[in-house]
């Protein structure tokens, strides 16, 4: 994955600061411990970027969740009905497994994605090494 860094790509899988890339925005690496899925550090350590640049912010990512949760739904059609052949019914039932079990996923990539919409790498913050 080091060879994304300094794209947008790189910090919207990783979760890290859109500015510097050197840290992830949330407090839990884990979206799957659902009381802190969504919880956010305020500042980067590193550049200081803010991440809630207002308040309500991150409700635009409520419009990017949409995409995305087509896009996981739509890979498991694809795998279940097209490739394994499972009647549409029991497709049915896979996609909406398929969607609760990735709604801390797609809540986190939808944020990613809403951040990486405004802000973007700059070199220059990005973490120097130090010598001791």
Known sequence: MKFLKGTKIYSIVKGACPVCQSESMYLERNPYKLSKTLKMKERCSNCKTKYK?????FYGAMYVSYPVGLFFAGFAFVLSYLVFDIGLITTYGIIVVVMFASLPLI????????????????????????LK
């Open 53 to 57: 640049i207002e308040p309500s912010f």
């Open 107 to 130: 809540l986190r990539i939808s944020r990613n994605i809403w951040i990486n919409l405004f802000m973007s790498f700059e070199k220059t913050k990005s973490r120097k090494e130090v």
